[in-house]
């Protein structure tokens, strides 16, 4: 079986698959079949992508070859926008980063798009544009929702990990999947999950009780426990599992399996938002800090991903 892998911009992706190849995948990319496809025409790469823009054609034929190869091929990843929709048999994956974090690794990090931006919050504005016009230029082409994530088996966040983590995890949840295949999948990463309660009703006794399993479970990076969670004003709160979640922060594992997800518009049951010292101590319990303070930035960009066919069943 084949992995395909996708996500958003700034997300990481060549640096999973990267690694991923030194784990012994091979990695096939839509870059190496568009110059694949250049060489047999007798053109070159800028050549190939001009007429590209006037004729269908060439699209059409980089998605047949994605097709052709995901059935001969065995044990290797497509790196590709679209390799999820045109290698059907194959275990797809979805690298999610959030708005807010894309945008700083675009303009702060080594990325050729840097210089389309003057600061942080036009390079916002910017992912989100190249966002909603990737959605529309694949809904009008293949009649797809390239953002819902009931496309994917995997959604998995890359914030706060390295890619041999992330890389890592795919693998695990790959072999899973070979044994009894599963869907929509979803794992953030656990220190971007904020708390709800109150720091003094978080048992200490409960929560090193459970850091302690969660250290014996030393063999995978995900947490034991599946808090419940709810999105709110681009933040992750948890609504269910704290005593999981800073547990697993702890004991050093990246990512946690999301059990149910909640968005700001639904009741809330009469939960109520930890203050800025609350969160501050829950951080400082799992000796790590938040990027971003929510009494601070009240507000920040949240993910272009659409989670509902993730959780249907659930709502």
């Not at 600061?119 to 504005?125: D, F, G």
Request: net charge negative.
């Amino acid at each position: 079986m084949n992995i395909t892998i996708t996500g958003n911009l700034g997300s990481g992706k060549s640096s999973v698959c990267k690694e991923l190849q030194n784990s012994g995948f091979s990695i096939i990319s839509a870059g190496d079949i568009f110059r694949q496809i250049a060489s047999e025409k007798g053109m070159t790469v800028i050549e190939l992508n001009e007429a590209a823009r006037k004729d269908r054609s060439i699209d059409d034929l980089l998605d047949h070859r994605s097709m052709e190869l995901g059935k001969k091929l065995d044990h290797t990843v497509f790196d590709s926008r679209l390799a999820w929709n045109f290698v059907p048999d194959s275990f797809k994956v979805f690298l999610l980063l959030d708005t807010q974090e894309a945008a700083n690794r675009v303009f702060t990090g080594n990325n050729r798009g840097a210089e389309e931006y003057q600061n942080l919050e036009e390079a916002k504005r910017g992912l989100q544009a190249r966002a909603d016009l990737e959605q529309a230029r694949f809904l009008e082409l293949y009649g797809i929702n390239y953002y819902d994530a009931g496309n994917y088996d995997l959604i998995i966040e890359s914030s706060y990990a390295t890619p041999e983590q992330i890389a890592q995890e795919i693998q695990r949840n790959f072999e899973l999947y070979q044994k009894q295949p599963f869907h929509a999948k979803v794992e953030l990463n656990v220190k971007c999950l904020y708390p709800t309660k109150r720091f003094s009703a978080i048992d200490e006794q409960t929560w090193r009780s459970y850091c302690e399993q969660e250290k014996t479970e030393n063999h995978t990076l995900c947490a034991i426990g599946a808090p419940d969670i709810r999105i709110q004003n681009g933040y992750n709160y948890i609504v269910h599992g704290h005593h999981h979640v800073l547990a697993a922060i702890a004991a050093g594992k990246a990512f946690t399996q999301i059990q149910d997800m909640q968005w700001e518009d639904t009741p809330d049951n009469g939960q109520t938002l930890s203050t800025a010292d609350d969160i501050q101590r829950f951080a400082q319990a799992g000796a790590f800090c938040y990027r971003l303070d929510p009494f601070v930035v009240p507000k920040k960009a949240g993910y272009t991903i659409d989670f509902s066919n993730a959780f249907k069943s659930k709502q």
